[in-house]
Antibody
Framework: QVHLVQSGSEVRKPGASLKVSCKAS????????IHWVRQAPGQGLEWMAW????????KISQKFQGSVTLTRDTSANIVYMELTSLRSEDSAVYYC????????????WGQGTLVTVSS | DIVMTQSPDSLAVSLGERATINCKSS????????????LGWYQQKPGQPPKLLIS???IRESGVPDRFSGSGSGTDFTLSISSLHAEDVAVYYC?????????FGQGTRLEIK
């Protein structure tokens, strides 16, 4: 059974950076994808980026290029998403998610990390 | 980017009645080489992450009640709930994973009438 566990809530001032983590367990193979999706308060879902934990291949949505960096620790099965130059509009719940075994759709989700950007 | 447009934005249905949500993509999400639609439906309840209900436009995930069904192909898709239960109150999203960037519909809020 795949589980994704994310780091806890964060508060930052505008212009700051932060790193959110997502620890995966239950995978029996080393090559799997972790996606990041964010949801602003009362809003819909917005895909941000993905990384293949095994190969390191990654793709970041054009909207977030330059402000999002993905890294991974393959020995610990942890993926990190660093957000830089934070603005109030970046206040959101950030989810990591991964495809299920039978489909590229996002069958597994972390619990979400609330990020609040406020002066 | 593929734009996903859902209708309606909100929907109120009586318990036991049918609920239907539509999703239209700005281009086809049918992958010709495997004849699969790269379209998923998600349910999100307050304070929870989304839950995948249906992938491939019509394939229910394990454990999803059979009152949920998906249909459609190419650019037009439908999520149906045959008999609304109280626990189905949620926001529903369609999503295409045919091409990057993955995109979601704006969501449809389903309530009880």
């Amino acid at each position: 059974q795949v589980h994704l566990v994310q780091s806890g809530s964060e508060v930052r001032k505008p212009g700051a950076s932060l790193k959110v983590s997502c620890k995966a367990s239950g995978y029996t193979f080393s090559s799997y994808a972790i996606h990041w999706v964010r949801q602003a308060p009362g809003q819909g879902l917005e895909w941000m980026a993905w990384i293949n934990v095994g190969t390191g291949n990654r793709k970041i949505s054009q909207k977030f290029q330059g402000s999002v960096t993905l890294t991974r620790d393959t020995s610990a099965n942890i993926v990190y998403m660093e957000l830089t130059s934070l603005r109030s509009e970046d206040s959101a719940v950030y989810y990591c998610a991964s495809p299920s075994m039978t489909t590229p759709a996002l069958g597994h989700w972390g619990q979400g990390t609330l990020v609040t950007v406020s002066s | 980017d593929i734009v996903m447009t859902q209708s309606p934005d909100s929907l109120a249905v009586s318990l036991g009645e049918r609920a239907t949500i539509n999703c239209k993509s700005s281009q086809s999400v049918l992958y010709r080489s495997d004849n699969k639609n790269y379209l998923g439906w998600y349910q999100q309840k307050p304070g929870q992450p989304p839950k995948l209900l249906i992938s491939g436009a019509s394939i229910r995930e394990s454990g999803v009640p059979d009152r949920f069904s998906g249909s459609g192909s190419g650019t037009d898709f439908t999520l149906s709930i045959s008999s609304l239960h109280a626990e189905d109150v949620a926001v529903y999203y369609c999503q295409q994973y045919y091409i990057s960037p993955i995109t979601f519909g704006q969501g449809t809020r389903l309530e009880i009438k």
